[in-house]
């Protein structure tokens, strides 16, 4: 079992920053591949970002130079650093974890881009 705790949501102006952080606890953090999901209103979850146990990474076409994901293995925690956000990056953001049978989820930190 893994428990995660999102944290760093908030409201931002448009083109500001904001770094999420998920605690993870309950089992070996560094062998999972950790992810980043959002979503909007009436929209479908997507992915946003991961990052493997080996620390190699992939982004959504749609956060590519804006947002980097990383993870600190000593502290069994995954950080989404996020900059230039527009509007439409507003979102509950979701961290995961998960290995080739098993995904957990956090219950997410709401991030709003406004004006």
């Known amino acids: 079992q893994v428990q995660l705790v999102e944290s760093g949501g908030g409201l931002v102006q448009p083109g500001g920053s904001l770094r999420l952080s998920c605690a993870a606890s309950?089992?070996?953090?560094?062998?999972?591949?950790m992810a980043w999901y959002r979503q909007a209103p009436r929209t479908r979850r997507e992915l946003v970002a991961t990052?493997?146990?080996?620390?190699?990474?992939m982004y959504a076409d749609s956060v590519k130079g804006r947002f980097t994901i990383s993870r600190d293995n000593d502290k069994n925690t995954v950080y989404l650093q996020m900059s230039s956000l527009q509007p439409e990056d507003t979102a509950v953001y979701y961290c995961?974890?998960?290995?080739?049978?098993?995904?957990?989820w956090g219950k997410g930190t709401l991030v709003t881009v406004s004006s």
């Open positions: 309950g089992s070996i953090f560094s062998i999972y591949t």
């Open positions: 990052i493997t146990d080996k620390s190699s990474t």
């Open positions: 995961n974890a998960a290995l080739p049978r098993t995904s957990y």
